[in-house]
């Protein structure tokens, strides 16, 4: 209107000189190529699983895209429905179709832990600008955290770390597009620390930047379809 601009969505501002783009506040995952992504096991075949990542469509993960040695038939031995795993997207193709790969540092599957989400929108702000914001999280919970492009994070550690972290997560998914963000989730962790905290954080912590609840398949979602 005029020489202003209006989003057609409700989301975050995100300058992209000489355009302009507005991450919306919520919606679906769109998988980009690259991305580390938390999924969970769906269905299994012979030579491949197919993983909810929270996009439109299911994604086939090959048992050569894994750093396992697989005879055809005995991917069930490695990974079952419910399992969730870390992979980074490898391709797309214009049909929407979605390759990923376990192959590759920090990704594989995980074990023990939680998994919770928060809108795909919000992980930059879970990130934080060179990590800041996860890395002050896992500082001063002692937890250790996944984060996945599409949403999903992994937590692992005590139960009173785990739900810290994920208190955290809650604040920044409800008031990331609000001023003062690092401030308030800083005080929130400062005024639930406590002295087992502060003796684990000294201790080093893996990170991964990259981690919906292990859901199962969405009834009136695609079916399984071979890689």
């Given at each position: 209107?005029?020489?202003?601009?209006?989003?057609?969505?409700?989301?975050?501002?995100?300058?992209?000189?000489?355009?302009?783009?507005?991450a919306p506040l919520n919606?679906?995952?769109?998988?980009?190529?690259?991305?580390?992504?938390?999924g969970t096991v769906v269905?299994?075949?012979?030579?491949?699983?197919?993983?909810?990542?929270?996009?439109?469509?299911?994604?086939?993960?090959?048992?050569?895209?894994?750093?396992?040695?697989?005879?055809?038939?005995?991917?069930?031995?490695?990974?079952?429905?419910?399992?969730?795993?870390?992979?980074?997207?490898?391709?797309?193709?214009?049909?929407?179709?979605?390759?990923?790969?376990?192959?590759?540092?920090?990704?594989?599957?995980?074990?023990?832990?939680?998994?919770?989400?928060?809108?795909?929108?919000?992980?930059?702000?879970?990130?934080?600008?060179a990590a800041s914001m996860?890395?002050?999280?896992?500082?001063?919970?002692?937890?250790?955290?996944?984060?996945?492009?599409?949403?999903?994070?992994?937590?692992?550690?005590?139960?009173?770390?785990?739900?810290?972290?994920?208190?955290?997560?809650?604040?920044?998914?409800?008031?990331?597009?609000?001023?003062?963000?690092?401030?308030?989730?800083?005080?929130?962790?400062?005024?639930?620390?406590?002295?087992?905290?502060?003796?684990?954080?000294?201790?080093?912590?893996?990170?991964?930047?990259?981690?919906?609840?292990?859901?199962?398949?969405?009834?009136?979602?695609?079916?399984?379809?071979?890689?």
């Amino acid at each position: 209107m005029g020489d202003r601009i209006f989003a057609s969505v409700l989301g975050l501002y995100q300058p992209r000189p000489p355009l302009a783009q507005v991450a919306p506040l919520n919606g679906r995952y769109i998988p980009k190529e690259g991305d580390e992504v938390i999924g969970t096991v769906v269905d299994v075949q012979g030579t491949f699983w197919l993983l909810n990542i929270g996009a439109p469509r299911w994604a086939p993960l090959h048992m050569t895209g894994t750093p396992w040695s697989i005879e055809i038939g005995e991917t069930q031995k490695y990974l079952r429905v419910g399992d969730a795993v870390l992979v980074r997207v490898e391709s797309l193709d214009p049909t929407g179709r979605i390759g990923v790969t376990m192959l590759g540092d920090g990704l594989g599957k995980l074990e023990g832990g939680t998994i919770t989400t928060v809108s795909p929108a919000k992980i930059p702000r879970v990130i934080g600008r060179a990590a800041s914001m996860i890395q002050t999280i896992t500082r001063l919970t002692g937890a250790r955290v996944a984060v996945g492009r599409n949403g999903r994070i992994w937590i692992d550690g005590p139960p009173e770390a785990i739900q810290r972290v994920a208190e955290s997560l809650r604040l920044i998914d409800d008031e990331g597009h609000r001023p003062g963000l690092t401030e308030r989730v800083e005080s929130y962790l400062a005024a639930t620390a406590s002295s087992a905290d502060l003796l684990m954080r000294s201790a080093p912590r893996s990170l991964v930047d990259a981690a919906p609840e292990r859901d199962a398949p969405d009834p009136d979602g695609p079916g399984p379809e071979e890689p």
